[in-house]
């Protein structure tokens, strides 16, 4: 497995949650990692992303309230969840783009629900 998502889980709204996604060093060090979400009965979408240089972009229904990272150490990418809301629950997935192939973890369930 190229790609490992962990952390989801069921939290109420207005709660928090950390994702992680672990991959090897070759993909990390040279690849920009996304995190997508796929909501129940939606398409998958787009999150968040971070490239190399640790340089961050968000979604706009997002933006403000996740926080994606780097942890070179360890060679993951978290995804800090705060002000979770019920429109959040979705299956959270990892991935990175190399030779025009889309290469996806197996995602993690998250759950805002009270």
């Known amino acids: 497995v190229q790609l490992q998502a962990s952390g989801g889980g069921l939290v109420q709204p207005g709660g928090s949650l950390r994702l992680s996604c672990v991959t090897s060093t070759s993909i990390f060090s040279s690849n920009v990692i996304y995190w997508y979400r796929q909501p129940p009965g939606k398409q998958r979408e787009w999150v968040a992303s971070?490239?190399?240089?640790?340089?961050?972009n968000y979604a706009a229904s997002v933006r403000g309230r996740f926080t994606i990272s780097r942890d070179n150490a360890k060679n993951t990418v978290d995804l800090q969840m705060n002000s979770l809301k019920p429109e959040d629950t979705a299956v959270y997935y990892c991935?990175?783009?190399?030779?025009?192939?889309?290469?996806w973890g197996q995602g993690t369930l998250v759950t805002v629900s009270s």
């Open positions: 991935n990175y783009v190399r030779g025009g192939n889309n290469y």
């Open positions: 971070i490239n190399t240089d640790g340089n961050t």
